[in-house]
C-alpha cells in the first residue's frame, strides 16, 4: 500500500507526536494511547488539515484537545475506580543512553512531569519540540505572551529542580 503525501508527512511526525505526548501525560502508556488517538483523528479528519500549513501544528492541536477530552473523562471515572498506583515506576529507555545520562533524562522528565499543565505544554512545545512561541501559542489556544510568562516560569522552575538535584545542564 503506498501512502499519499498526507500520510507520509504524519508518520515522518509521529517522533514528535510521541516526545509530545510523553510531555503532556504522566505515563508512557497513556502517551501512547494519546498518538494513536491523534494519528486516527488526523486520518479521519483530514479534510480539516489545509495543504500548505504547518501539519505539525494541526497535529498537536489535535493532540492536546484529545488530551483535554481524555482528562475530563478520567477526572469522572476517578472518583469510581481508584487512581494509578503512585509507586508505579518511571525508568528511562535502557538502550538510548549510558547510565548517568539515563538518570539526567529520567530526572529531567520527572522534572518536567512536576510542573503545572500549562507550563509543561508550553515548554514541551517550544523547548522539546521547537515550535516557534507564535505556533505554541495557537496549539494551546493563549496569546503569546501568555504562553512567554510560562514556558519563563516553566523554564525557571525546571533549572531550579535540576539544579537541586545536581543535574547539570
Given at each position: ?25 504522566r ?10 488517538a ?18 505539525d501544528?494541526w ?15 478520567r ?48 515548554v ?21 505572551g ?12 525546571l ?11
Amino acid at each position: 500500500m503506498r501512502l499519499d503525501g498526507f500520510q507520509t508527512e504524519l508518520v515522518a511526525l509521529l517522533p514528535r507526536l510521541r516526545r509530545f505526548a510523553r510531555a503532556v501525560c504522566r505515563s508512557d502508556a497513556d502517551a501512547q494511547d494519546l498518538v494513536q488517538a491523534t494519528v486516527e483523528r488526523a486520518l479521519a479528519r483530514r479534510g480539516g488539515y489545509r495543504p500548505g500549513t504547518r501539519l505539525d501544528s494541526w497535529a498537536f492541536t489535535i493532540m492536546r484537545r484529545i488530551h483535554i477530552d481524555e482528562g475530563r473523562a478520567r477526572t469522572r471515572w476517578g472518583r469510581v475506580v481508584s487512581p494509578e498506583n503512585e509507586m508505579t515506576p518511571n525508568v528511562a529507555d535502557a538502550g538510548q543512553a549510558d547510565e548517568g545520562l539515563r538518570a539526567d533524562a529520567l530526572a529531567v522528565r520527572q522534572a518536567l512531569r512536576r510542573l503545572p499543565d500549562d507550563q509543561r505544554l508550553a515548554v514541551a512545545l517550544v523547548l522539546v519540540d521547537g515550535l516557534s512561541y507564535a505556533e505554541a501559542a495557537q496549539v494551546l489556544g493563549v496569546p503569546a505572551g501568555t504562553l512567554t510568562s510560562r514556558l519563563v516560569r516553566g523554564r525557571q522552575t525546571l533549572i531550579q529542580t535540576l539544579t537541586e538535584q545536581g543535574v547539570s545542564a
